[in-house]
């Protein structure tokens, strides 16, 4: 007769999250709920039967590493050790999100109002450095609430641009952590093409044919709305293909 062989499940490897939290002084009241949402991010992982452990960095003018390879408890008090003040230096992301890939982060939190100082001079290029084969981790950003003045455009760029989420508020931790750990499932467009994607005339240097997303870019993120539908624009300034006739 034929010997049964026991069959055993193997357990999934944990998951090490980085959590970036703005620890500006515009960002203050976004701290507090930060500890709701890691607490959700732990019982969506626990839900579907993986351990996960956070690195927790600070960024305000200049960027704090707090700990890596924390539980829950551990990562819960770095969050209230926090002292929020001063600006925010947004190009410090790249540094934080090189770090995060190196040391293993699967994914990244944001929770950030995306308020800077100088905006335009310290913004982040979300790009490794070159040559260094390294892959940053998607960013996920929880939504400031509606009361909170934030930049929600940069927010959303952002995550879209490092093939994250910007969904869901910090209001929703249950909804952010379900999209963070993979429990919630997304359709998301990753690519937009026109039949002038092949013209490089248009690609390179026509300010006149704009699409949202851009779609130049080799890859998006734009989720779909709660009803299925995704929604792009685009504009043609069409006296480029009639010829201007104001003269």
Known sequence: GHKALASRSQPCAPVEVALILDASRSAAALREPTA????????????????????????????????????????????????????????LLDAILVEAALTGCASAILVSDGLGNLQAKQMPTLQPPEGSGVTLPPVHVALPPASTAANLELLRWLAYQTGGSATAPLTSPAAVAGILSGATTQTTLTKLSTDMSGDVDVFEADEHFVTVPDFRLATVAVPAAADGCVRFSGVVDDRNLRGDRSN
């Open 36 to 91: 709701e949402l890691l607490e959700a991010v732990a019982a969506s992982f626990s839900s579907q039967g993986r351990d996960v452990s956070f690195s927790v960095w600070a960024l305000s003018r200049e960027m704090r590493k707090l700990g890596s390879m924390l539980s829950l408890t551990e990562a819960l008090k770095a969050v209230h050790t926090v002292r929020c003040d001063g600006g925010t230096n947004l190009s």
